[in-house]
């Protein structure tokens, strides 16, 4: 069983590559690589998409990798294997980003990606560092994570979902935020989970032994 975390030059993977490598020891999940290669991406058994930037330049880069970009989608839609965006790679689950233009996403869980606007004018955007997560529904990836739990954020946009039912999590920053959503093999966190200590590392515990 290999885990790709998919490397398209949008930032660095490496602490996320450890964090995934650590649990998969953990677990016996088997091998975890950070790869750019369409080959691998086709041939994992489960698949990654991180992403640091702007939705519009993070999806860009994603479809200039040759076959890098149809080997993703024919792995989550066709093979149907478990698949986790985050951040930015979060994000581009949506149907449509709105940051800077617009900008159509992957379109694996409805919604639009919008800018993050707190009731209190004082509350700085991007919304920076840790937060609570509210858990809205209950799924494999979130268990043994409760209301409560931490996670750390570095966003300035985020996912209002069309449907409540593929919201999972959120955060209060001068209102809700979405924090993660899922829709079948697909789960996208807004955090990031090699940064959001014990409860991001069971997060990514759990994803490698989900089998939706």
């Known amino acids: 069983m290999t885990t790709v975390l998919i490397d398209y030059d949008s930032g660095n993977l490496h602490s996320a590559e450890k964090a995934f490598q650590r649990m998969a020891r953990e677990v016996d999940a ?33 479809r200039d990798r040759t076959g890098l970009f149809e080997a993703m989608v024919e792995a989550v839609t066709k093979r149907a294997v478990p698949f986790m965006g985050i951040c930015v790679g979060m994000q581009m689950l949506a149907t449509r980003g709105h940051e800077y233009t617009r900008t159509d996403g992957l379109d694996l869980i409805g919604g639009d990606v ?4 707190p009731a209190d004018a004082k509350m700085k955007v991007p919304h920076m560092g840790w937060n609570d997560l509210v858990i809205d529904a209950l799924h494999p990836v979130l268990e043994g994570v409760a209301t409560g739990d931490h996670a750390y954020f570095v966003h300035s946009y ?13 955060v209060d920053y001068g209102g809700d935020v979405t924090a993660i959503v899922a829709r079948d093999n697909v789960i996208g966190l807004q955090f990031h989970p090699e940064k959001s200590q014990a409860a991001g590392l069971r997060m990514i515990s759990n994803f490698l032994n989900w089998a939706p």
């Open 114 to 117: 919008v800018p993050i606007t």
């Open 158 to 170: 985020q996912f209002q979902v069309t449907d409540p039912a593929t919201r999972l999590a959120h």
């Open 30 to 62: 088997g091998p975890v690589i950070v790869s750019s290669r369409a080959e691998d991406v086709a041939g994992a058994d489960r698949v990654v998409l991180p992403g640091d930037g702007a939705f519009p330049a993070c999806l860009a880069g994603l």
